[in-house]
């Protein structure tokens, strides 16, 4: 059975940094990784999917890595804002039913201060 | 604008009652699901359906019933059964996987309440 752990769990930085949030899964068969981002009391927002064949996927000030054989993935935010304060999580899609099974992590809860 | 719309945004349940909750896409995705979300846990997979008139169990399909008659919808029934029906649940909807990747659209969720 597929686990998702994010680390950390909960995050303070000031405005203008870098930071880099992990993810690691333990079943490596997977097709996909995709993170979210979800406000508080709000459905989920798609930001990145990387598909297992690639490395790394980029969108903006996001880069989100995926090392497949070792079961871990890092989303990298650059130049950190107060509107990048939400909870963000990994998903990594499994091969069942069509391959769109997501197992999810708890999140890492991110603030980002003026 | 193309996208998912889940209501009501709040719900309350009273004991030995069913509700139903409705999910509503416009996105021509051949796949709908719907995910439980409680404190300090991940999101969890209820059920699935990739296609029209046929659907699967997720990880916690005990307590809950779906139908999928129309592409276009896919709601969920909390049933009596289901001991511990408070959470925020989500629905999402996706092309099917198929070869490709895709990535899934949520709603804006229905928080379920226990009067």
């Known amino acids: 059975k597929q686990e998702v752990t994010q680390i950390p769990a909960a995050l303070s930085v000031p405005e203008g940094e870098n930071l880099v949030l992990n993810c690691s899964f333990t079943?490596?068969?997977?097709?996909?990784l995709q993170w979210f981002r979800q406000d508080p009391g709000k459905g989920l927002t798609s930001l990145l999917l990387?598909?297992?064949?690639?490395r790394e996927q980029t969108s903006g000030r996001l880069n989100a890595s995926l090392d497949k054989s070792s079961g871990r993935s890092t989303l990298y935010i650059a130049a950190s804002q107060p509107g990048d304060s939400a909870t963000y999580l990994c998903?990594?899609?499994?091969?069942?039913?069509?391959?769109?099974?997501?197992?999810f992590g708890t999140g890492t809860q991110l603030k980002v201060e003026l | 604008d193309g996208g998912i719309t889940q209501s009501p945004k709040y719900l309350f349940r009273k004991e030995g009652q069913n509700v139903t909750l409705s999910c509503e896409q416009n996105?021509?995705?051949?796949?709908m699901y719907w995910y439980r979300q409680d404190p300090g846990q991940g999101l969890r997979l209820i059920y699935y359906?990739?296609?029209?008139?046929?659907?699967q169990k997720g990880d916690i399909a005990e307590g809950y019933s779906v139908s999928r008659e129309k592409k276009e919808s896919f709601p969920l029934t909390v049933t009596s059964a289901q001991k511990n029906p408070t959470a925020f649940y989500l629905c999402?909807?996706?092309?099917?996987?198929?070869?490709?990747?895709?990535?899934?659209?949520f709603g804006d969720g229905t928080r379920l309440s226990i009067l």
């Open positions: 999402a909807s996706s092309i099917p996987h198929r070869g490709s990747n895709q990535p899934q659209h």
């Open positions: 996105l021509n995705h051949d796949a």
């Open positions: 990387i598909q297992s064949s690639q």
């Open positions: 359906s990739q296609i029209v008139n046929d659907f």
């Open positions: 079943d490596s068969a997977i097709y996909n």
């Open positions: 998903a990594p899609g499994g091969v069942t039913g069509g391959g769109n099974k997501l197992t």
